[in-house]
């Protein structure tokens, strides 16, 4: 047994060594295991650090037991803490209910207290309730009375006569025009009558304002000075006023109208014979009538006056009735929306198409006396081109004048009837002006140059198409309208002297025409609207160039002696059979073909001058010069004809010559006719007539 103890013991220290060794063990382990960069290791090794502990093993053994006994100091002195709190709410309980018998009570005596006042206070409540109602009442009185209802003065205002129109009476004309206007409210309650009395006591008393303003307005057009520009502002107010009543406003223009009327027609005749009814008249203003002799400027000087009046009438209307915007136009759309039966056709009311009536009425006289003046001064004149001009003046007055009164206005009617009966009197003495020219036109010159007549009429037709080019026509039917005139003036002039030149012989008919053509056409052309007469006179220009051409041509023919040659050629074509015919043609025999070189050599040196001397009583040299051009590069082109022909001819006389034995058994082989035999004095063509193309050129040039 002694023996077996020591073995247990030893095996009992062994174990434990073995179990503390493997204890140290996991713990050096564990401890090496852990990371040192996790938070939770990092913030509790700065806690102890914090607490400036000493790293002593003392301390290290007892750490965990100096942690553990703060954590239980602190959880009892958090457990006092809340023991102190649960003391206070103890006593804030107490005195809540304490709070809630008392609010019990007063409750108790609030109610007792109400019901015994209840009686009172609705009493009160309605007396209040009255009382308010009542003020309400009389402030709805008072405001009504105030709104509705005019004062003495204002009556007076705006009735009496011997209260001046001024700022005052059109502020409570506006006044009533409101309560009129209001009154409609009233017709719609429930007690209608109020609203029936209403209306027409002061559909009554603005009558009488409207009349007051109307007799106003009258008497001061009787003394109005349009001419004056610092016209009187209220006149201008109560038109504008007066236009919500349109029977007495179309009153008033009525009588403005009459009066402008007299006063315009006044003025004209006092501007023609320099007297007048008006005291005001301008002594110093010279008559018009004084250059009654000279018609274009005694027409053209009142239609320049009527022209100034009417821009002078129109400027004063708008000043003194649209200068103000469109003030008056709402005037009388209110008076007839008032007024509906006064409305014509439900249209609108146009303020500047009713200005240009007025002004049109008031220019009614002068139209008149403008109308007799002019027709008069017209029926006296004989001569076409001054009657031409005043056509042409009157219109450009009346395109001017129809910008100001419109298209239908009586003045633009007048203007139109003096247009159309001074175009009637120019027609009258255009047709006697032709009428007298073509009895007088029936020969030609010696010269042939341009009869005096036709120059006469060229310039008188040239007054006329400067007068009309400086017209106010426009430029689309400048042609179609003047295009009756050249008709009536030149056309039968232009028959005339084509019939004068039926008597003349060639080429005098046409160089007579050519210069009356171009004379003709010369005057035409500065102008744009004689475009068709123009090409009309091109045809016939070229026309008779042509037949002058023609004429030039046959004399170089004739004169050179190309004309037998050429004639002869011509009928021939260019086979050699024809061609080996040609020697023996007349004109081509020696002899006759020398004298048709020897006669080109005679004509050639002064033929330009002779071709000339036949144009040179054309005026237009240049053209005369262009047509014996024209004419002699004709010629030029048959004596090239011709001389290919002679050579053609020499070509197969010359090959004949060269080759006879051959040809000769040709034929005999062919038709068994023989050789020809030709004759050994033959002469080549072109030794006899030696001249070339380019020679005659050269000479022709």
Same mark, same amino acid.
């Given at each position: 047994?002694?023996?077996?103890?020591?073995?247990?013991?030893?095996?009992?220290?062994?174990?434990?060594?073995?179990?503390?060794?493997?204890?140290?063990?996991?713990?050096?382990?564990?401890?090496?295991?852990?990371?040192?960069?996790?938070?939770?290791?990092?913030?509790?090794?700065?806690?102890?650090?914090?607490?400036?502990?000493?790293?002593?093993?003392?301390?290290?053994?007892?750490?965990?037991?100096?942690?553990?006994?703060?954590?239980?100091?602190?959880?009892?002195?958090?457990?006092?803490?809340?023991?102190?709190?649960?003391?206070?709410?103890?006593?804030?309980?107490?005195?809540?209910?304490?709070?809630?018998?008392?609010?019990?009570d007063m409750r108790r005596q609030v109610a007792a207290a109400r019901q015994e006042n209840a009686p009172v206070l609705e009493e009160a409540s309605t007396l209040l309730a009255q009382r308010q109602d009542l003020e309400k009442k009389k402030k709805l009185l008072d405001a009504f009375n105030k709104h509705f209802i005019l004062s003495d003065e204002e009556l007076m205002v705006?009735?009496?006569?011997?209260?001046?129109?001024?700022?005052?009476?059109?502020?409570?004309?506006?006044?009533?025009?409101?309560?009129?206007?209001?009154?409609?409210?009233?017709?719609?309650?429930?007690?209608?009558?109020?609203?029936?009395?209403?209306?027409?006591?002061?559909?009554?008393?603005?009558?009488?304002?409207?009349?007051?303003?109307?007799?106003?307005?009258?008497?001061?057009?009787?003394?109005?000075?349009?001419?004056?520009?610092?016209?009187?502002?209220?006149?201008?107010?109560?038109?504008?006023?007066?236009?919500?009543?349109?029977?007495?406003?179309?009153?008033?223009?009525?009588?403005?109208?009459?009066?402008?009327?007299?006063?315009?027609?006044?003025?004209?005749?006092?501007?023609?014979?320099?007297?007048?009814?008006?005291?005001?008249?301008?002594?110093?203003?010279?008559?018009?009538?004084?250059?009654?002799?000279?018609?274009?400027?005694?027409?053209?000087?009142?239609?320049?006056?009527?022209?100034?009046?009417?821009?002078?009438?129109?400027?004063?209307?708008?000043?003194?009735?649209?200068?103000?915007?469109?003030?008056?136009?709402?005037?009388?759309?209110?008076?007839?929306?008032?007024?509906?039966?006064?409305?014509?056709?439900?249209?609108?009311?146009?303020?500047?198409?009713?200005?240009?009536?007025?002004?049109?009425?008031?220019?009614?006289?002068?139209?008149?006396?403008?109308?007799?003046?002019?027709?008069?001064?017209?029926?006296?004149?004989?001569?076409?081109?001054?009657?031409?001009?005043?056509?042409?003046?009157?219109?450009?007055?009346?395109?001017?004048?129809?910008?100001?009164?419109?298209?239908?206005?009586?003045?633009?009617?007048?203007?139109?009837?003096?247009?159309?009966?001074?175009?009637?009197?120019?027609?009258?003495?255009?047709?006697?002006?032709?009428?007298?020219?073509?009895?007088?036109?029936?020969?030609?010159?010696?010269?042939?140059?341009?009869?005096?007549?036709?120059?006469?009429?060229?310039?008188?037709?040239?007054?006329?198409?400067?007068?009309?080019?400086?017209?106010?026509?426009?430029?689309?039917?400048?042609?179609?309208?003047?295009?009756?005139?050249? =008709? @009536? /003036? &030149?056309?039968?002039?232009?028959?005339?002297?084509?019939?004068? #030149?039926? !008597?003349?012989?060639?080429?005098? %008919?046409?160089?007579?025409?050519?210069?009356?053509?171009?004379?003709?056409?010369?005057?035409?052309?500065?102008?744009?609207?004689?475009?068709?007469?123009?090409?009309?006179?091109?045809?016939?220009?070229?026309?008779?160039?042509?037949?002058?051409?023609?004429?030039?041509?046959?004399?170089?023919?004739?004169?050179?002696?190309?004309?037998?040659?050429?004639?002869?050629?011509?009928?021939?074509?260019?086979?050699?059979?024809?061609?080996?015919?040609?020697?023996?043609?007349?004109?081509?025999?020696?002899?006759?073909?020398?004298?048709? =070189? @020897? /006669? &080109?050599?005679?004509?050639?040196?002064?033929?330009?001058?002779? #071709?000339? !001397?036949?144009?040179?009583?054309? %005026?237009?040299?240049?053209?005369?010069?262009?047509?014996?051009?024209?004419?002699?590069?004709?010629?030029?082109?048959?004596?090239?004809?011709?001389?290919?022909?002679?050579?053609?001819?020499?070509?197969?006389?010359?090959?004949?010559?060269?080759?006879?034995?051959?040809?000769?058994?040709?034929?005999?082989?062919?038709?068994?006719?023989?050789?020809?035999?030709?004759?050994?004095?033959?002469?080549?063509?072109?030794?006899?007539?030696?001249?070339?193309?380019?020679?005659?050129?050269?000479?022709?040039s």
């Amino acid at each position: 047994m002694s023996q077996d103890f020591p073995e247990s013991y030893n095996e009992r220290i062994g174990g434990s060594a073995s179990h503390r060794s493997n204890a140290l063990s996991n713990k050096l382990t564990s401890v090496l295991s852990v990371s040192y960069s996790d938070s939770g290791i990092r913030d509790a090794l700065r806690l102890l650090d914090s607490r400036n502990t000493l790293n002593t093993p003392e301390l290290r053994r007892r750490l965990r037991w100096d942690l553990q006994k703060e954590v239980i100091d602190c959880n009892g002195s958090i457990v006092k803490e809340f023991g102190q709190v649960a003391e206070q709410l103890k006593r804030i309980g107490s005195t809540i209910s304490t709070l809630n018998r008392c609010c019990e009570d007063m409750r108790r005596q609030v109610a007792a207290a109400r019901q015994e006042n209840a009686p009172v206070l609705e009493e009160a409540s309605t007396l209040l309730a009255q009382r308010q109602d009542l003020e309400k009442k009389k402030k709805l009185l008072d405001a009504f009375n105030k709104h509705f209802i005019l004062s003495d003065e204002e009556l007076m205002v705006l009735g009496s006569t011997n209260e001046p129109i001024d700022e005052h009476f059109f502020s409570v004309l506006a006044r009533i025009k409101r309560v009129y206007s209001d009154c409609t409210a009233l017709l719609g309650s429930e007690n209608q009558r109020l609203g029936l009395e209403l209306m027409e006591q002061t559909s009554r008393h603005l009558n009488n304002g409207y009349q007051k303003l109307y007799r106003w307005i009258q008497k001061e057009f009787k003394t109005l000075d349009l001419e004056n520009p610092q016209i009187n502002a209220f006149i201008r107010r109560s038109l504008r006023t007066l236009a919500e009543r349109p029977a007495l406003f179309e009153s008033c223009l009525d009588s403005f109208s009459e009066a402008r009327e007299h006063i315009l027609t006044d003025g004209f005749y006092s501007a023609l014979t320099g007297s007048s009814m008006s005291r005001d008249h301008d002594s110093m203003m010279k008559p018009i009538e004084l250059h009654a002799h000279d018609a274009l400027r005694y027409i053209g000087d009142m239609l320049a006056w009527t022209h100034s009046a009417t821009v002078s009438e129109r400027e004063a209307l708008e000043s003194l009735f649209i200068a103000e915007g469109d003030e008056m136009a709402k005037g009388v759309q209110a008076g007839r929306r008032s007024e509906p039966w006064s409305a014509e056709d439900g249209e609108s009311f146009d303020a500047r198409k009713a200005l240009d009536d007025l002004v049109n009425r008031n220019m009614t006289g002068v139209a008149r006396a403008l109308k007799q003046r002019v027709e008069q001064a017209v029926q006296g004149q004989n001569d076409a081109v001054t009657v031409y001009r005043i056509v042409n003046l009157i219109n450009f007055y009346r395109v001017t004048l129809a910008k100001l009164l419109g298209p239908e206005s009586s003045m633009m009617t007048t203007l139109s009837g003096l247009e159309e009966s001074a175009m009637h009197q120019f027609g009258v003495l255009q047709s006697d002006h032709t009428a007298t020219v073509q009895a007088e036109l029936t020969h030609a010159q010696p010269d042939l140059s341009v009869p005096d007549v036709l120059d006469e009429t060229l310039t008188e037709l040239k007054a006329l198409m400067k007068s009309y080019e400086s017209s106010l026509a426009p430029a689309t039917s400048r042609k179609a309208e003047f295009q009756p005139i050249l =008709s @009536q /003036t &030149l056309r039968p002039l232009i028959d005339a002297c084509e019939t004068v #030149a039926k !008597d003349l012989d060639m080429p005098a %008919n046409n160089i007579f025409l050519l210069n009356c053509y171009l004379a003709t056409k010369k005057t035409l052309q500065p102008f744009d609207f004689t475009h068709a007469v123009i090409e009309q006179l091109n045809e016939s220009i070229v026309s008779s160039t042509d037949k002058l051409i023609d004429y030039e041509h046959a004399f170089f023919l004739h004169v050179s002696g190309l004309h037998p040659l050429l004639t002869a050629l011509i009928a021939l074509t260019d086979s050699t059979e024809d061609l080996s015919k040609i020697n023996t043609l007349p004109p081509f025999q020696p002899t006759a073909l020398s004298e048709a =070189s @020897q /006669t &080109l050599d005679d004509f050639l040196p002064s033929a330009l001058m002779d #071709a000339l !001397d036949n144009l040179k009583r054309m %005026n237009d040299s240049k053209l005369a010069g262009e047509i014996t051009s024209e004419a002699a590069d004709r010629f030029c082109e048959d004596f090239e004809f011709v001389e290919g022909r002679l050579a053609a001819a020499d070509e197969v006389l010359l090959g004949d010559d060269g080759g006879a034995e051959g040809s000769g058994e040709e034929a005999e082989r062919e038709d068994g006719k023989g050789v020809h035999q030709r004759k050994e004095n033959a002469v080549p063509l072109r030794d006899l007539y030696p001249r070339t193309s380019a020679e005659i050129r050269v000479l022709l040039s």
